[in-house]
């Protein structure tokens, strides 16, 4: 018996698919981009499969999100989500992210155009670079006090596009109660913000924090702020 254990969905072509049973053997689906399956209706699987399906959402043997459909508007994220996985799911609108959720990967929710509505895990430490980049509804958003280390990898020669880059409708934007830090690359790129405020308590204001928000006008600065990182609003 001849069993598939590994799919690779090429970024660069739309496949035509419907319908994608997962048999038994497959243990890896290797995909950038949710939308080179936007024709995608129905996931099904083996009895005995090590993935599981629910709500028409593909998840791996660890619980995490392999595949969203474009049919799929809501998701509750439960485990940490990987780079690319949810990325271009054209259909989401809303995503809930549980409090054991601690990190979020490269570019996870990127072309999300349609999400309207994020809620963030109240535990989140990490989150790679343009997680939520491009997502084009979206209009706000609260940090969580927990979340220290956006993009961390900056340098002389290339400075990482930050966390909403190019969320063009992003304009609402709040902290938790408690937070001190403001993480290095956050809004970077942001293009929706016109105005921030930073909140009584924090003290640390990252490199590139808000670097290149092109429409960026009105700061309200704590004076608790004591540190400003490099180009933090360039």
């Given at each position: 018996?001849?069993?598939?254990?590994?799919?690779?969905?090429?970024?660069?072509?739309?496949?035509?698919?419907?319908?994608?049973?997962?048999?038994?053997?497959?243990?890896?689906?290797?995909?950038?981009?949710?939308?080179?399956?936007?024709?995608?209706?129905?996931?099904?699987?083996?009895?005995?499969?090590?993935?599981?399906?629910?709500?028409?959402?593909?998840?791996?043997?660890?619980?995490?999100?392999?595949?969203?459909?474009?049919?799929?508007?809501?998701?509750?994220?439960?485990?940490?989500?990987?780079?690319?996985?949810?990325?271009?799911?054209?259909?989401?609108?809303?995503?809930?992210?549980?409090?054991?959720?601690?990190?979020?990967?490269?570019?996870?929710?990127?072309?999300?155009?349609?999400?309207?509505?994020?809620?963030?895990?109240?535990?989140?430490v990490s989150s790679g670079e343009k997680s939520f980049a491009n997502c084009k509804e979206l209009e706000k958003v609260?940090?969580?006090?927990?979340?220290?280390?956006?993009?961390?990898?900056?340098?002389?020669?290339?400075?990482?596009?930050?966390?909403?880059?190019?969320?063009?409708?992003?304009?609402?934007?709040?902290?938790?109660?408690?937070?001190?830090?403001?993480?290095?690359?956050?809004?970077?790129?942001?293009?929706?913000?016109?105005?921030?405020?930073?909140?009584?308590?924090?003290?640390?204001?990252?490199?590139?924090?808000?670097?290149?928000?092109?429409?960026?006008?009105?700061?309200?600065?704590?004076?608790?702020?004591?540190?400003?990182?490099?180009?933090a609003f360039e």
């Amino acid at each position: 018996e001849n069993l598939v254990y590994k799919i690779s969905f090429d970024e660069n072509y739309s496949y035509k698919i419907k319908k994608l049973h997962i048999n038994k053997a497959l243990k890896v689906i290797s995909i950038k981009s949710n939308n080179v399956l936007s024709k995608l209706e129905k996931i099904t699987i083996d009895d005995d499969s090590i993935m599981t399906v629910s709500k028409n959402v593909l998840y791996n043997e660890n619980g995490k999100i392999v595949l969203v459909p474009k049919t799929v508007t809501y998701i509750e994220i439960t485990k940490d989500v990987d780079d690319y996985s949810i990325a271009y799911a054209l259909g989401l609108e809303e995503v809930y992210i549980h409090k054991d959720v601690e990190s979020i990967g490269l570019q996870a929710f990127e072309g999300c155009e349609n999400l309207k509505e994020l809620k963030l895990s109240k535990e989140l430490v990490s989150s790679g670079e343009k997680s939520f980049a491009n997502c084009k509804e979206l209009e706000k958003v609260e940090i969580p006090k927990s979340l220290v280390d956006v993009c961390d990898t900056w340098d002389s020669l290339y400075v990482p596009q930050g966390m909403f880059y190019g969320c063009s409708k992003l304009k609402e934007v709040t902290f938790e109660e408690g937070t001190t830090l403001i993480a290095d690359g956050l809004f970077n790129g942001c293009d929706g913000l016109e105005k921030i405020e930073i909140p009584e308590g924090v003290t640390q204001i990252k490199e590139f924090a808000f670097a290149d928000c092109k429409n960026l006008q009105v700061v309200d600065m704590s004076d608790t702020v004591t540190e400003v990182g490099i180009s933090a609003f360039e």
